[in-house]
């Protein structure tokens, strides 16, 4: 007898841990112990990895270590530079190229074979130091600029800035993009975690989970397409200084339209959340502060504008589905609020969600169990063999 199919394994617990529990319904995101809110605009990177690998903060010489030792993995071999100069050359996607970047760095690893947890959290850190790096130096590349070397006086963050802008960044632009860093880390089973823990399941290789988390990241049901959240901003502000309408008056026409010829609003609805997603508030408080201290506060002001406009119309057109603003909205508001370009919204998010995915093959290789489900067979039976010279 077949058991029911769990097609995506939708509501089925493969395993516990204790990196995040994501709550739908009361929308509510725990990290680590902390709810998002209390930890993301606070927290460094570098802090919040450091409590995802030892389920505790460091204190101020376990931070300054864990920087140091970031830094120290912060510049990429040349070997990881000329493969991101061939992937330029082809004009590879910057997902693709932080796949690749990302596998080569395998090629430095003192001793491949060895297995300890050690060993493991030494990758994890080679991993996560340089991860930005490979981004922000394939950017460049692509663009026919000369890559810029890390500043072993800057943080993780305001490094990534330098590194793709080649100027120091603002002290907001990096708060803005750590909150934005620590905010994305980790979510509970979603599609790039759970293929890393399938991954070293095996007892395979950290490098090999990641680099399968980030082909898992990269199609547009995980990673998303965060530009298009914007564009609508965009459009409606044209459409409203064209026909001296208010903001909320073109969203609302904008919505209708929209919904009635059967599209949907990029940045509104998710699958879990059914009241508002904890991370857009949390980044939508960092938008606005990083628009209030540095940039466009009226943009700030038209997307909140907007996205009143674009739930209250939701739920009269869609009633009880209970769409609202997620993830996508506010992370577009922030990291073209630094500058950033769209196609590097999901390497950046990559970026962090390493932290998360480091930390889950750390906990999966503690679990030691192998992910093997099953699946139900649905093709012929009993077929008969026939020789190459009598088939048609
Ligand atoms: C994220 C998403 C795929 C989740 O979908 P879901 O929870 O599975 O919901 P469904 O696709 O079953 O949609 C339920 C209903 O709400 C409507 N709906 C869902 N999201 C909508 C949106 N953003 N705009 C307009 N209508 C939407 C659907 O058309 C459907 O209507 P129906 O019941 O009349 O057929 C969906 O909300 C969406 O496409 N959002 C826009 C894209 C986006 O922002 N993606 C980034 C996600 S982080």
Redo the contacts with the bound molecule.
Sequence with gaps: MMSEIARGLAGVVVTETRLSRVDGEAGELIIAGFPLEELAPKATFEEVLYLLWNDRLPNSKELEGLQLEMASFRSIPPATVAILQAAAQRKLSPMDAFRIGVDTLSLSDPNPSENSREANERRAVVILAAAPTIVATYWRLLNGQDPVDPDPNLSHTANYLYMLNAEKPHPDAVRAVETYLNTVVDHGMNASTFSSRVIVSTQSDMFSGIVGAIGALKGPLHG?APGP?LDMVYDIRERANGSGRSIPEEADAYVRDV?SSGG????????VYKVRDPRADVLGAAAEKLFREAGDAQLCEDARAVEEVVVRV?EEL?PG?R?QT???FYTALVLHGVGMPTDLFTPTFGISRAGGWSAHILEQYDEAVLIRPQSGYNGELGRKWVPLSERK
Excluded: P, S, W
């Design positions: 998303g959240a919904v949907r609003i990029m940045g509104f609805g998710h699958r939701l869609k589905r769409l997620n993830v996508e």
